[in-house]
């Protein structure tokens, strides 16, 4: 038997895994069909001449493709941030400031196989993240040797980490900070004075800022800051990257088409480090990514249909489980008291598949910043999402009025 590293098997299962742990110990009722909300994996169509890009670019399939993607692709990556941030012209060099990564996943996971975790007294082994969180950044952490530290993100924090919690000592030993804005689950995005605030910390500290803006482009009614927007205040880019993807701005996960922007310097080593093994995106889908990034128009139809899920959901939810309208992303984080209680009931009488909020967790006390909570991704047809809601509100709160029940998800409808 070889030796395994032990630190594999310290991770927590990821949320999916745990949710289906769960749910196994239930039976959902067999009369109507299950709606599975649990997932956040965007179900609009990417643009359909995406498709028609990868035919006739099919000639580049047989060409290895850069690690560091095409100077055409990153080009249009740079001209979105500068369109999308208002950032002055020539503040990024496309060649220097953006790096093509294949999703966001893979960038965020390596970027700590950058840094050195200083085991010694007073050394920096600690990364910072938010809690609940996506889960890749606390194995990222792990993996590479660091020391995960949660720091909560709740109600009472407007759902972002509490700045107030960054501390000298704790700054001192921090190697990285990971935010996400607008976060994943609770849609919260981060102003200008919090990322002001955020990024002068990361510079006085010498700590490596991965502003996880994946969500950027999915928002209710006012475009989220950018953390490049206010380095663009004084210029300077030193010691910060941002992450932006394709997988919801442009509903093609399956595309695994992303990049990294901002320090040139910590980019060229992130790139020498890639070049050795790191997921490239194919060329035919490099050209694809790049017509999708200079696209404005099936964004915009995007964020329209998700504002209509929202306009549904305040219908059915207003005055409920503390229900909000998120800034971004496409993601409900209701209060219902208990989560995995109401997951499991949520599953057992009416079919309905959502995650509790602990399960996105990393921190003490069974992820208590998300225990009260629940994450419904908003991914499906609006009459999905409305017999979903129907189905939530009948279970958790009893009784919809003259609601019919079960409709739309009734089996062989
Ligand atoms: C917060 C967050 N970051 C990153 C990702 C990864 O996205 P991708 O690798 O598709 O770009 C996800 C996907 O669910 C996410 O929710």
């Known amino acids: 038997m070889p030796f395994f590293r032990p630190t594999l098997d310290q991770l927590s299962a ?13 039976a959902p009722p067999s009369a109507i069909a299950p709606l599975d909300l649990s997932i956040g994996e965007p179900r609009h169509k990417p643009p359909p001449w995406v498709a028609d890009i990868l035919e006739a670019e099919r000639g580049l399939w047989n060409r290895y493709p850069p690690p560091d993607g095409t100077p055409s692709l990153r080009r249009a990556c740079a001209a979105w941030l500068e369109r999308r941030y208002r950032l002055p012209q020539g503040m990024l060099d496309p060649d220097a400031n953006v790096l093509p990564l294949a999703g966001t996943k893979e960038g965020l996971f390596l970027l700590p196989q ?147 922007a901002g320090d040139a310097e910590v980019l060229r080593r992130f790139l020498h480090l890639r070049s050795y093994a790191a997921a490239v995106q194919p060329l035919p889908i490099a050209r694809a990514a790049e017509a999708l990034w200079r696209d404005a128009e099936h964004v915009a139809e995007n964020r329209r249909r998700y504002r209509r899920k929202l306009d549904l959901a305040e219908r059915r939810l207003r005055g409920r489980f503390g229900f909000y309208r998120p800034e971004g992303g496409f993601f409900l984080w209701l209060d219902v008291g208990d989560g995995i209680a109401a997951a499991r009931r949520l599953w057992q009488e009416a079919a309905l598949k959502v995650l509790p909020g602990s399960f996105l967790c990393a921190g003490k006390n069974g992820g208590e910043a998300g225990r009260r909570y629940i994450r419904l991704a908003l991914v499906h047809e609006e009459e999905v999402v409305e017999e979903a809601l129907l189905r939530l509100v009948r279970v958790l709160d009893g009784g919809v009025g003259a609601e019919p029940p079960y409709g739309v998800g009734r089996k062989g409808l």
């Open 114 to 260: 950058l840094l050195e975790a200083r085991a010694a007294d007073g050394g920096r082994r600690l990364v910072l993240m938010p809690d609940p969180l996506y889960a890749v950044y606390y194995a990222a952490a792990v993996l590479h040797g660091f020391v995960p530290h949660p720091l909560p993100a709740t109600r009472a924090s407007g759902f972002l980490p509490d700045l107030a919690a960054l501390t000298p000592e704790l700054l001192g030993r921090t190697a990285l900070i990971f935010l996400c804005s607008p976060a994943n689950p609770q849609g919260a995005a981060a102003d200008r004075g919090y990322l002001r605030r955020l990024i002068a910390l990361c510079r006085e500290w010498d700590v490596l800022l991965a502003v996880d803006e994946c969500y950027a482009d999915i928002y209710d009614r006012t475009p989220p800051t950018g953390a490049l927007e206010v380095a663009a205040e004084d210029g300077e880019l030193s010691g910060l990257l941002v992450f932006h993807s394709l997988s919801k701005r442009s509903s093609a996960p399956g595309l695994r088409s992303a990049f990294v």
């Open 14 to 26: 990821f949320p999916f895994a745990r949710l289906r742990r769960l749910l196994a110990e239930v």
